[in-house]
């Protein structure tokens, strides 16, 4: 059980988080809100993490019935150890399990997440969505009383999320999504707005925004490449400026594989891709791509996905939501825009925005993506299988 | 204690244990000794020690021309060997190495300061290559190439660290617990640390004349 009572809360930058919170948790909630609207402050108070590891003020009740295991935002932060069985197994081994526990539950975990042929994999070579899938499966074989997950399911492939919200809806599990689909299947829905607990409101239906696409700038024909194996054969694609391309399928499957294709980091085994004019590309993991002192040295397209108010920011201070805002952005700066998961942390109103940027702009833009209601949206879905 | 399910490669505790035997010997800067020590290690793990073999060719060649220059000829094997004693710790996983020195007696704190330190330099080899993956794709010249990727990888390592942390504090890992998982030695295990005696004992036993 959890439970807050008046709970306030300042970042050490004097940025007020929470706003009198109070709560009583008790089974399975979803915590729904808008980017910034305290959400994952909200779940960083169960573990203590705020205010112990994060500084700034505090008050007001938080009182915890168990042990909390809580998932960040960005899986490729969240594991520790340099092999899937060994990221699983340590929380059990420092949790006083023996090795027998361990190794049984470990496996037990891996069978119902599907990721047993994971479990050998060092956690370097897994994709992101695989990194993601490692985490929760961390967590589910944790024995934490309670869960609280900050958008776990973000790189997921919804089927894959699904299957995993119903092994961890069984339990006190606290997760926070952007994704509404998600709170069927949990007890209790909590909405935060603006650092407070609000109605549930639904939010705006994604605008799909069709554009008029021009002449063909990216053509990838007949591609093969993989790694150890082929992941793609004979793959092609063709891209005109204006259009918006969704790739979707399943995790592993080659999206970012394919994105990093076209920008030239990696060579097709055979086939040819050609593309006109430069290359903006934003991955998963936003921080690649920020390397400066400001947010307003990064790049000159924040007035257009209304983000001046971190203008003056160091890039690196913002939130994962944030920072992947930022890093988008700045790959727009370019011709052909190659973006990984870039509704990953964000509401329906950016998703919204970037659609229609993208549009105005007449960017040609590849998105690989498992946000389906942001693929509807786009020009043309490929599916890699 | 009992095993966990690990992957090939020799058992950390052998690994530790050998590599400070074989070091002992090399030191007595005898060439046979360290071709001894550089075959036993290219018999152990031949792709491991090769490729790091190659990876410090950078510093390797320039010690070799000095050495031939400026004197020091027959003290080259023990470098080689040296690099090769290492080549048997690089391919430990930190978390292994981490029990491994626990199962030793070393204090849990330092035992996990170290391997989580080597996990970092591991995250951060592979940060290094994706960002410059990126770098490369943007036609910069020489200076702003090297210039973007130590801002990025400064400001990386900085991230990496407090997140490294946060997991740790999030998951209620103890760092004063000592957790000994170490895998059970195998043949190859039992073959490498009664080489890497026996080159102790030729060492001595040559050396005092028996």
């Given at each position: 059980m959890i439970y807050l009572d008046d709970v306030w809360y300042e970042y050490?930058?004097?940025?007020?988080?929470?706003?009198?919170v109070s709560l009583r948790i008790e089974g399975s909630s979803f915590v729904g809100g808008s980017t910034g609207s305290g959400k994952s402050t909200l779940l960083r108070t169960f573990n203590g993490l705020?205010?112990?590891?994060?500084g700034g003020k505090m008050r007001g009740t938080v009182r915890v019935e168990g042990k909390v295991f809580f998932i960040g935002q960005n899986a490729e932060e969240q594991i520790i150890t340099s092999r899937v069985y060994d990221e699983m197994a340590l929380p059990l081994l420092h949790g006083g399990y023996g090795i027998e526990e361990v190794d049984k539950r470990v496996k037990d975990v891996a069978r119902s997440c599907g990721m047993?042929?994971?479990?050998?994999?060092?956690?370097?070579?897994?994709?992101d969505g695989q990194k993601q899938l490692v985490v929760i499966a961390t967590a589910l074989a944790s024995g934490s009383d309670i869960l609280a997950l900050d958008e776990?399911?973000?790189?997921?492939?919804p089927d894959l999320a699904k299957r995993l919200i119903r092994l961890i809806s069984k339990r006190t599990v606290v997760m926070a999504e952007?994704?509404?689909?998600?709170?069927?299947?949990?007890e209790e829905v909590i909405w935060m707005e603006d650092g407070r607990v609000s109605e549930p409101k639904d939010p705006p239906e994604l605008e799909c925004v069709r554009g008029k696409p021009g002449e063909v700038v990216v053509r990838v024909k007949d591609v093969t490449f993989g790694y150890?194996?082929?992941?793609?054969?004979g793959l092609s694609l063709e891209v005109r400026r204006g259009e918006i391309v969704a790739v979707v399928g399943r995790?592993?499957?080659g999206k970012t594989t394919l994105l990093k294709l076209i920008a030239g980091i990696y060579r097709p085994w055979d086939g040819e891709i050609s593309v006109k004019g430069r290359v903006g590309i934003s991955l998963?993991?936003?921080?690649?791509h920020l390397f400066e002192k400001e947010v307003r040295r990064e790049t000159k397209m924040l007035e257009v996905f209304g983000l001046e108010s971190l203008a003056?920011?160091?890039?690196?201070?913002?939130s994962f939501g944030e920072a992947k805002r930022v890093a988008i952005a700045k790959a727009f700066e370019r011709d052909v825009v190659l973006l990984d998961?870039?509704?990953?942390?964000?509401?329906s109103e950016f998703k919204a925005r970037l659609l229609r940027v993208s549009r105005e702009l007449g960017r040609a833009v590849v998105v690989a993506t498992h946000d389906l209601e942001f693929a509807e949206c786009c020009d043309e879905i490929v599916k890699l299988r | 204690m009992r095993s966990l399910n690990y992957a090939n490669g020799f058992e950390a505790r052998t690994c530790i244990t050998s590599s400070l035997i074989l070091t002992l010997s090399v030191y007595s800067f005898r060439i046979d000794v360290a071709l001894l020590v550089i075959a036993l290690t290219l018999v152990a793990s031949p792709r491991k020690t090769l490729r790091f073999l190659s990876i410090t060719l950078p510093f390797t060649i320039p010690f070799v021309l000095a050495a031939f220059l400026l004197g020091g000829v027959r003290k080259i094997p023990t470098v080689f060997a040296l690099i090769c004693v290492g080549s048997l710790l690089i391919g430990i996983q930190p978390e292994r190495f981490g029990y491994a020195l626990m199962y030793f007696r070393i204090p849990p704190r330092f035992a996990y300061s170290i391997s989580i330190a080597v996990r970092m330099f591991h995250v951060l080899v592979e940060d290094t290559r994706r960002i410059v993956e990126l770098l490369r794709t943007?036609?910069?010249g020489r200076f702003e190439f090297v210039s973007r990727l130590l801002k990025s990888l400064s400001a990386i390592a900085v991230l990496r660290a407090i997140s490294m942390a946060e997991v740790l504090y999030s998951r209620g890992i103890d760092l004063d617990r000592r957790v000994i998982v170490c895998e059970r030695p195998k043949l190859r295990d039992y073959a490498l640390l009664l080489s890497s005696i026996s080159i102790l004992l030729y060492t001595c036993l040559t050396r005092s004349g028996l």
């Open positions: 050490p930058n004097g940025v007020l988080g929470l706003k009198g705020i205010p112990k590891f994060y047993e042929d994971l479990l050998e994999m060092e956690t370097s070579k897994l994709s776990p399911f973000a790189n997921l492939h952007h994704r509404l689909e998600y709170s069927e299947f949990f150890d194996r082929p992941l793609f054969e995790n592993g499957v998963a993991f936003p921080n690649y003056s920011r160091h890039p690196h201070s913002l998961e870039p509704t990953a942390g964000q509401d | 943007e036609k910069l």
